[in-house]
């Protein structure tokens, strides 16, 4: 494969074929039936396809690196499509978020090679789920975080979250109509973050992941550190390979896709990235 490094060119670059732009967006996924395009339903790729369609003036196709649930959120969602216009990608940028909605943003736009592959390049992805743990809830949090009310064991969840490290099948951390082909996943990063305010933070990092395997990570979790389940729990849940007998599955307003990676990353000026 090719690195990501040859493939991103400059914005006066010479091409026979269409140009392939790379978007990444930014979404508040509250008031959206997620990602993919559906019947009469307001979705993140609609609204942007009417932007781009409005720019441009042609349809086009737009490929996203990953589909979002209802109610998720994205802070860098890598979006790939394909125009003739001769349109500079800061143009692209302003142009669309002028006719964008208040919830979705574009950060940023590069332009890639032909045989960049906005799904088969990435390298893993990181998800980011928020949890304000407190008594009474948080008008401020209460589209971004799962609010749990009972007092949360951080260092329980971090000891348990250890044991989910690595390369393992995940079936029992996958919704029951999951459609991938195999369960089998790769995590290299399990964080739980507590702050000094009522919010703890979970990071999960891997090289993909299956369909609600985060938020049930993060059910199952929160079981540990309010003390249902003990730490060995955690390991017999995986050792099931069965969704029943893992934890509940998260609300999905707390779950945060943080970044999609790629080496190196196409995007080089978001204060965000880590």
């Known amino acids: 494969m090719a690195r990501l490094s040859s493939l991103v060119l400059h914005s006066n670059s010479e091409s026979t074929l269409s140009r392939p732009?790379?978007?990444?967006?930014?979404?508040?996924?509250?008031?959206?039936?997620?990602?993919?395009?559906?019947?009469?339903?307001?979705?993140?790729q609609d609204v942007l396809s009417d932007a781009v369609h409005a720019m441009v003036g042609t349809r086009t196709t737009l490929y996203a690196s990953s589909r979002t649930d209802a109610g998720v959120h994205a802070r860098a969602l890598p979006v790939l499509f394909y125009s003739d216009k001769e349109i500079p990608l800061h143009?692209?940028?302003?142009?669309?978020?002028?006719?964008?909605?208040?919830?979705?943003?574009?950060?940023?736009?590069?332009?890639?090679?032909q045989d960049f592959n906005v799904r088969k390049s990435a390298r893993g992805k990181t998800y980011q789920y928020t949890i304000w743990n407190h008594p009474s809830r948080a008008a401020l949090y209460s589209r971004r975080a799962w609010n749990v009310?009972?007092?949360?064991?951080?260092?329980?969840?971090?000891?348990?979250?250890?044991?989910?490290?690595?390369?393992?099948?995940?079936?029992?951390?996958?919704a029951a109509d999951c459609q991938a082909n195999s369960p089998q996943r790769s995590l290299t990063r399990v964080d739980i973050n507590p702050s000094q305010t009522p919010l703890i933070t979970?990071?999960?990092?891997?090289?993909?992941f299956l369909q609600h395997m985060v938020r049930i990570i993060a059910g199952t979790l929160v079981e540990v550190g309010k003390g249902r389940q003990p730490v060995a729990w955690v390991k017999k849940v995986l050792d099931a390979r069965n969704r029943t007998e893992a934890g509940p599955t998260a609300p999905p307003h707390g779950l945060c896709l943080e970044r999609v990676h790629y080496e190196p990353p196409p995007f080089d000026d978001l204060p965000f990235q880590r």
């Not at 250890?162 to 099948?169: E, K, N, P, V």
């Not at 979970?202 to 993909?208: P, S």
Request: glycine share 8%; aromatic share 10%.
């Open 149 to 174: 009310p009972l007092p949360l064991d951080h260092s329980a969840m971090q000891t348990a979250a250890d044991l989910l490290i690595g390369s393992f099948d995940f079936s029992s951390f996958r």
């Open 21 to 44: 732009i790379l978007l990444c967006v930014q979404f508040d996924g509250t008031d959206f039936h997620g990602w993919q395009s559906q019947l009469n339903l307001r979705t993140v």
């Open 91 to 113: 143009g692209y940028k302003r142009g669309l978020n002028t006719l964008l909605p208040d919830d979705v943003s574009v950060l940023d736009a590069v332009e890639v090679s």
């Open 202 to 208: 979970i990071y999960v990092e891997g090289n993909a």
